[in-house]
């Protein structure tokens, strides 16, 4: 049972894996786009390619490449004053009694949600949203 569970962190969170082993076409575009790129960690997510990293010293952005260097998915970390208004709202009213410690924007297939992590006295929740502010998925930690 304890393997089946190794197995399955390894799945979604990918091995590390050295800048060496990344290939070529990939290294090339994110060095490419991302030349003042700092605190850089590789990671293999099945055929995928994943880098973390701090971009402008101060948000953390994650990249996934496909085997040909083409980006397929974006996890920046952003101010909550650049959330869409409709979200902005919802996050003022609905979970004004929490205070915010995270908003990440997700980019994958042309579309863009928005994961945001609340925290209370009492508890950790975080909540998707579409950019409408329709809460797509809700779970608490």
Request: avoid cysteine.
């Amino acid at each position: 049972m304890f393997a089946i569970l190794i197995a399955a962190a390894n799945y979604g969170f990918g091995q590390e894996i050295p800048e060496s082993d990344v290939p070529s076409l990939v290294l090339n575009e994110f060095k490419k786009e991302y030349p003042n790129a700092t605190d850089i960690e590789w990671k293999q997510v099945e055929d995928l390619f994943k880098v973390e990293f701090d971009k402008n010293k101060k948000y953390e952005l994650e990249v996934w490449y496909d085997e040909t260097g083409n980006p397929v998915k974006y996890e920046e970390e952003i101010p909550q004053n650049q959330l869409p208004e409709k979200v902005l709202s919802k996050v003022n009213g609905e979970f004004k009694d929490y205070k915010v410690k995270e908003v990440e924007m997700i980019t994958e297939n042309n579309s863009v949600i928005y994961e945001i992590e609340f925290r209370s006295k009492s508890e950790k929740i975080e909540v998707t949203f579409n950019p409408e502010g329709e809460i797509l998925k809700r779970s608490n930690n």
